[in-house]
């Protein structure tokens, strides 16, 4: 058995009479990473999800998370896991700590260590100075920090987490998102589902991505984005540059084609532009010495916001054709 | 297609045995009784009837009820015991289930590894000793009666502690049907008031009805056999059958009560307990 975190779908197929909300997923992930779920409503993102947590039962094949299968030995499956899905609540009349001591509890965190644990846990979430309130009494966006403190408790390996942003606000959207960062630096697999493709761009490692049940795309986001640009053309990678003062992006345009892989350069702003190109890291290196050679006041270069949302538009428009 | 990235190895915690776990689901369970407004109202309601049964007593005095403690205790349970049976059995039993759905708290205990089964008996535990605790604030009320009219012969009439034992049963059983309505249901307000139609009439009803209409001994009705709470105080014990005219009334025997009772118990929580465990959270 492996000794890095791991979720594994062997053939999970879900069927709610005639409609397939899952198709024949094959999935692996193992080691250290986050990996963002994507897939347009319906596309079968819960459903995985919540076959992992034994909340559905898959009507065929098998999910195994550490090596163990979740029908076969659900405890030993998710001893070592965190799970937040669809925004659950918890027993009204308790507070977040009682609430959170209780699952602490479950997971088997000694007496001694409970305490400590559960304070930690909503510390991170920023919601120390609630902890004592009933959970009933909280906004929706309170409640899913508590929910957010109750997956990390017992300092699980792997994350399951169902669109953990959905209710915040966007401060409390940063702060999670700044939550999952920092949780990638501890040596945990995080396999979050999102409809917000900057910040699965923003916080992953690596994408999934499933439409009508069936899974489309399993790569890196670099690789995701490079091989599927907006325009179709596999092998373009999308780059947003930033200024500190207005350019003129005729300029700009005329010095870069002397690259020769750059496909298209458009200005996105008076101080952005953007550079849709080909030849990965190396012409990366090239483009972001040139335009600092031009000293019209580079302060910024990097994959654009919107890389993800073409590959993802590219995919799924590509599935539904 | 698979990525090789390396790193994170893998901790593992164990995961308590599954004893511990049902009894941290009690646990917690309870305290969210306690600390509900719900469960403040269902003690609330059985203090008032006791209340209510003790100062109608203490004012009217009746006589059939004074005779001596088998009667005062016979007269007291005729008059309150469904109500006492029925109101934890709806208030807590209800939606037991169908709340973890309904309201979510399922998706938060779910995901945790623990299984469903553990989950239930937690619940059913915490209703049960939830619901005894309800049924032995009445039944110390009414002994208080008793031996403020009898003295402390009251509390040394055996028949008292074995009725009780029986109102346990009885109370069971409401529970089990309850957690049986509460697990067919996905809407907590449809179990509640099935449990409460039943519980407080319909029972009552159908029992009149199937018997003066077809004579047929009612013993697949909870309230038949929870008779013998209080049938255990008359001397002799009614025979099983007797006939009034063409009516013929039944009368459930001890050991009969007891099955009806944890019949009803058994196969509700076994049929709540499959569709539990079976029910996906979609």
Redesign the interface.
Same mark, same amino acid.
């Given at each position: 058995m492996s000794t890095k975190p791991s979720l594994e779908a062997v053939n999970l197929s879900k069927r709610y009479g005639s409609f397939t909300a899952l198709s024949d997923l094959n999935l692996k992930i193992e080691g250290s990473k986050c990996v963002g779920f994507l897939g347009p409503n319906g596309a079968g993102k819960t459903t995985t999800l919540k076959i992992f947590c034994d909340m559905i039962r898959a009507t065929s094949g098998s999910a195994y998370l550490n090596g163990f299968e979740i029908r076969e030995d659900k405890k030993r499956a998710l001893e070592s896991c965190g799970v937040l899905i669809e925004s659950p609540e918890i027993y009204p009349s308790l507070s977040a700590r009682e609430a959170l001591s209780m699952f602490s509890e479950i997971k088997g965190i000694p007496k001694p260590e409970r305490r400590k644990a559960v304070e930690d846990a909503v510390d991170i979430v920023g919601m120390i100075e609630w902890v004592d309130r009933r959970f009933g009494s909280y906004s929706k966006g309170m409640k899913q920090r508590i929910n957010i403190a109750a997956a990390l408790l017992g300092d699980p390996s792997i994350l399951l987490l169902d669109e953990p942003t959905s209710g915040l606000d966007p401060r409390g959207m940063n702060e999670v998102r700044e939550i999952v960062k920092s949780l990638k630096k501890e040596q945990k697999l995080i396999f979050m589902s999102s409809h917000l493709l900057s910040e699965v761009q923003d916080v992953c490692d690596e994408v999934v991505m499933i439409d009508h049940g069936k899974l489309l795309l399993h790569d890196t986001i670099e690789k995701a984005v490079s091989r599927f640009s907006a325009n179709g053309e596999e092998s373009n990678a999308v780059f947003d540059a930033g200024f500190s003062r207005p350019v003129d992006v005729e300029t700009i345009r005329s010095k870069l084609s002397q690259l020769g892989s750059i496909s298209r350069v458009e200005k996105i702003d008076q101080r952005r532009i953007r550079v849709t190109c080909s030849g990965g890291i190396k012409m990366q290196e090239e483009i972001v010495s040139l335009l600092a050679s031009l000293q019209m006041g580079l302060i910024s270069f990097g994959q654009s916001s919107s890389a993800l949302e073409s590959t993802y538009l590219n995919l799924i428009g590509r599935e539904v054709a | 297609?698979?990525?090789?990235?390396? *790193? *994170?190895?893998? =901790?593992? !915690? $164990?995961? /308590?045995n599954d004893a $511990?776990?049902i009894l941290?689901?009690s &646990? +917690? #369970?309870l305290?969210? +009784?306690v &600390?509900?407004r719900r469960f403040a109202m269902l003690f609330l309601l059985t203090l008032g009837a006791c209340i209510g049964a003790t100062c109608v007593v203490g004012y009217f005095r009746p006589s059939g009820v004074l005779t001596d403690p088998a009667s005062f205790y016979g007269h007291w349970l005729a008059y309150m015991l469904v109500f006492i049976v029925a109101l934890p059995a709806i208030f807590l039993g209800g939606d037991a289930i169908s709340s973890e759905f309904q309201? &979510?708290?399922? +998706? $938060?205990?779910? *995901?945790? /590894?623990? =299984? !469903?089964s553990s989950i239930f008996a937690g619940k059913l535990i915490a209703a049960l000793i939830a619901s005894m605790a309800t049924l032995s604030l009445f039944e110390v009320v009414m002994l208080a009666n008793a031996s403020f009219y009898f003295g402390s012969g009251a509390f040394l009439y055996s028949t008292f502690w074995v009725s009780f034992l029986y109102a346990t049963f009885a109370v069971a059983g409401a529970v089990g049907l309850a957690f049986f309505f509460s697990s067919i249901f996905k809407n907590g307000a449809y179990s509640i008031l099935f449990s409460a139609f039943l519980l407080l009439f319909g029972f009552t009803l159908l029992d009149n009805v199937i018997t003066r209409l077809t004579n047929l001994e009612p013993w697949f009705m909870l309230d038949y056999g929870a008779q013998i709470v209080e049938n255990v105080f008359r001397s002799p014990y009614p025979a099983h059958v007797q006939t009034f005219g063409t009516h013929i009334f039944y009368t459930a025997s001890v050991p009969e009560g007891l099955v009806i009772m944890a019949a009803y118990f058994i196969v509700g929580i076994f049929v709540s307990l499959i569709v539990f465990q !079976?029910r #996906?959270?979609?």
């Open positions: - | 297609m698979d990525l090789d990235l390396t *790193g *994170g190895e893998l =901790k593992t !915690r $164990s995961a /308590p $511990s776990q941290c689901i &646990k +917690y #369970e305290l969210n +009784y &600390k509900s309201n &979510k708290t399922g +998706y $938060s205990l779910v *995901g945790n /590894p623990i =299984k !469903r !079976r #996906e959270f979609a």
